[in-house]
């Protein structure tokens, strides 16, 4: 496999479930991202992760837990969500060198409804 | 405050003709400016940026834009559309002052390419 690939590409759950969202890079890059995107807004940057380790959290709810156990994983724990969570998730990564910002490459997304 | 507009919700284009999807930033320092496409139920798909040098840049399916620093706008464009070209456009600024992997995005615009 070659890209960014995210599982499940749709998932359903309750608010009282849990759930977890996975992304795989195979690209070799440093950096891993999870975005969220609901209709007509820009993306949402909600974690980022340099070389395994955590350098944005924007304020997201602890509702979301992310995890990075090594550069090519990245996972979204999800537990007691509401509604309005339901959204796409996108995962990417990218190549950063200090010097100029590389671009992002992203996965397919999850789907996710929460009921 | 950092910002990205993108004025125009949707952009009609008949196939053939020349096509400009706009985006205007706002950021403290230099900026590195990015155009990313998405087609429907697809993550988001790198087209071109700028960081520096040449104002005019030329990237993936045909497509360019043009760095404008005096009216701070980075305008997506291509001489003649084709209805392959119909997805949503995002636009994304970067500080070149921040160390950060902050990527401020526009809403996106929905470019529809009528035969």
């Known amino acids: 496999e070659t890209g960014v690939t995210q599982t499940p590409r749709h998932l359903v759950m309750g608010m009282t479930n849990k759930k977890s969202l996975k992304c795989e890079q195979h690209l070799g890059h440093n950096a891993m991202y999870w975005y969220k995107q609901s209709a007509k807004k820009p993306l949402e940057l909600m974690f980022v992760y340099n070389f395994k380790e955590q350098t944005e959290n924007n304020s997201v709810p602890s509702r979301f837990s992310p995890e990075c156990p090594n550069s090519s994983h990245l996972f979204l724990h999800l537990h007691t969500l509401q509604p309005e969570d339901s959204a796409l998730y996108l995962c990417a990564s990218s190549q950063e060198s200090g010097l100029t910002p590389g671009e992002l490459f992203f996965g397919e997304g999850s789907r996710l409804t929460v009921l | 405050a950092q910002s990205v507009a993108q004025p125009e919700d949707q952009v009609n284009v008949a196939e053939g003709n020349p096509l400009t999807v706009k985006c205007t930033y706002s950021?403290?320092?230099?900026?590195?400016l990015f155009w990313y496409v998405q087609y429907p139920n697809r993550g988001l798909q790198f087209l071109l940026k700028y960081i520096t040098g040449d104002n005019l840049v030329k990237g993936s399916y045909g497509f360019e834009a043009e760095f404008n620093k005096s009216q701070t706008s980075f305008h997506l464009k291509k001489p003649s559309a084709l209805v392959s070209d119909s997805a949503l456009y995002f636009c994304?600024?970067?500080?070149?002052?921040?160390?950060?992997?902050?990527?401020?995005w526009g809403a996106g615009t929905k470019l529809i390419i009528k035969p």
């Open positions: 994304a600024v970067r500080d070149g002052r921040d160390s950060n992997y902050q990527l401020i």
């Open positions: 950021v403290s320092g230099n900026p590195y």
